[in-house]
């Protein structure tokens, strides 16, 4: 379904240079034809339903990294062209597929080094342990999950420390969705579901299920919120600005400003 876009110059990288690009946020160094490349516009997608980060409202991108890379482009001096690509999943591989530049709601996962080149992180996501049940979760420590079967959204970190830990220690399902996730506690079919908390909010709007939905008060994780480019596009030159920029924003109090504007809008 994507043939209609125009593939931009693929430059293939080794596998070690793309881990230290992804650990440097984007400071490998591109091919001159990418660095060369005119680029007076950022286009620019994100998740339509994360709120505070991104949401829409009457079919308009709203939220604080929608905000955060809008006063970026005019620190910068580049156009920001925000696009209403349609679901995560759509979103995410039209930005491998070079029909857009940038998304601004990506965890940094490792499976997506090789083609996105991430910005520095601009804030820490909250994970937290759920259940759904007549009782609230006894989980409170990474240990108490250990012999439990936990369910989570395929394709996401949930922290590099708590992803190794995860991997040896825990009995952990995949799913495609948090709504996906409450269901399945919600039938027995998993003793605990573990999920961004910003996302997990706005699926337990979407869902009904029959005994109550219980979150631990304190997240068990928390997992880095990046903006990332394809590796394709010719705007990565403007990687180091950007970085510039989200360190300046985090440092005055921008961001949190910006997370907890749209925190109170959308009632989180």
């Known amino acids: 379904m994507f043939?209609?876009?125009?593939?931009?110059?693929?430059?293939?990288?080794?596998?070690?240079?793309?881990?230290?690009?992804?650990?440097?946020?984007?400071?490998?160094?591109?091919?001159?034809?990418a660095q060369e490349a005119a680029c007076d516009t950022i286009t620019?997608?994100?998740?339509?339903?994360?709120?505070?980060y991104s949401y829409l409202k009457d079919d308009v991108f709203q939220g604080a990294a929608i905000e955060l890379i809008q006063l970026i482009g005019k620190d910068i001096g580049v156009k920001i062209d925000v696009q209403n690509i349609g679901p995560w999943m759509r979103a995410i591989t039209t930005l491998r597929h070079g029909?857009?530049?940038?998304?601004?709601?990506?965890?940094l996962v490792p499976e997506r080094?090789?083609?996105l080149a991430y910005t520095r992180p601009y804030v820490e996501d909250p994970i937290v342990v759920?259940?759904?049940?007549?009782?609230?979760?006894?989980?409170?420590?990474?240990?108490?999950?250990?012999?439990?079967?936990?369910?989570?959204?395929?394709?996401?970190?949930?922290?590099e420390e708590f992803d190794a830990?995860?991997?040896?220690?825990?009995?952990?399902?995949?799913?495609?969705?948090?709504?996906?996730?409450?269901?399945?506690l919600d039938q027995k079919r998993a003793d605990y579901g573990l999920q961004g908390l910003y996302s997990l909010k706005e699926a337990q709007k979407r869902t009904s299920p029959r005994s109550k939905l219980w979150i631990t008060d304190v997240?068990?994780?928390?997992a880095k919120m990046c903006m990332a480019f394809?590796?394709?596009?010719?705007?990565?030159?403007?990687?180091?600005?950007?970085?510039?920029?989200?360190?300046?924003?985090?440092?005055?109090?921008?961001?949190?400003g910006l997370m907890a504007k749209h925190a109170a809008l959308t009632g989180y």
Not at 3 to 25: I, N, V
Not at 219 to 222: E, Q, T
């Open 3 to 33: 043939e209609h876009f125009a593939p931009r110059s693929l430059r293939r990288f080794a596998a070690a240079g793309l881990f230290a690009a992804a650990l440097g946020f984007g400071t490998l160094p591109l091919s001159a034809s």
């Open 130 to 159: 759920f259940t759904v049940g007549d009782t609230p979760p006894s989980h409170h420590e990474r240990n108490d999950l250990i012999g439990l079967v936990g369910v989570t959204t395929r394709g996401e970190s949930r922290g």
């Open 44 to 52: 620019v997608s994100s998740h339509s339903n994360y709120p505070p």
């Open 99 to 107: 029909g857009i530049d940038l998304l601004t709601t990506v965890y």
């Open 219 to 222: 997240p068990i994780s928390s």
């Open 230 to 256: 394809a590796r394709t596009s010719p705007c990565t030159k403007w990687i180091p600005a950007i970085n510039a920029e989200i360190e300046r924003r985090i440092a005055d109090g921008t961001v949190t």
């Open 113 to 115: 080094m090789g083609d």
């Open 165 to 184: 830990f995860m991997a040896n220690s825990l009995n952990m399902m995949t799913v495609n969705s948090a709504d996906q996730i409450i269901n399945m």
